[in-house]
């Protein structure tokens, strides 16, 4: 489970930050708006930023990563390429954090920004790969 994940930014704030009160919990609420208001399952809070883990309620397989970066006010969504196409469950995002010390990036979100891809899995801190050895097939 997890492997190479990819990041897409869901929510920009830059621009109407002020409009909701300048404060994180203006910012949490402009995202479960956005993701039609699926249940707040892990909250995971740093000074840089935010991880949550929200799940649609009643489906215990539905869950999915956000980060919100607070330096740059914009939230990201969190995947990975793996087998999981209906979402995680709780133990998954347990696994994600102790296993495989997805922390380490989400403590620092500014490396979400950044070219290459990263590769998640457990036992090991996430690495980045260079775009260039992505096209080279390996896996």
Excluded at 47 to 61: C, H, I, N, S, Y
Excluded at 115 to 122: K, L, Q, S
Aim: with cysteine; proline share 4%.
């Amino acid at each position: 489970m997890f492997g190479k994940m990819s990041v897409v930014p869901v929510v920009d704030l830059r621009v109407s930050f002020e409009d909701i009160g300048g404060a994180l919990e203006g910012a949490v609420a402009e995202l479960l708006a956005v993701t039609e208001h699926p249940t707040i399952q892990k909250w995971v809070q740093f000074r840089q930023a935010l991880l949550l883990f929200l799940m649609v309620p009643g489906d215990t397989e539905s869950g999915a990563f956000y980060v919100y970066d607070r330096r740059s006010r914009i939230w990201f969504w969190v995947d990975f390429e793996d087998e999981k196409f209906g979402g995680y469950n709780v133990s998954d995002f347990e696994r994600l954090v102790r296993e495989c010390k997805f922390l380490d990036i989400v403590e620092r979100p500014h490396l979400l920004h950044t070219e290459g891809c990263w590769i998640v899995e457990p036992g090991a801190h996430p690495r980045q790969m260079a775009d260039s050895m992505n096209s080279t097939g390996s896996t």
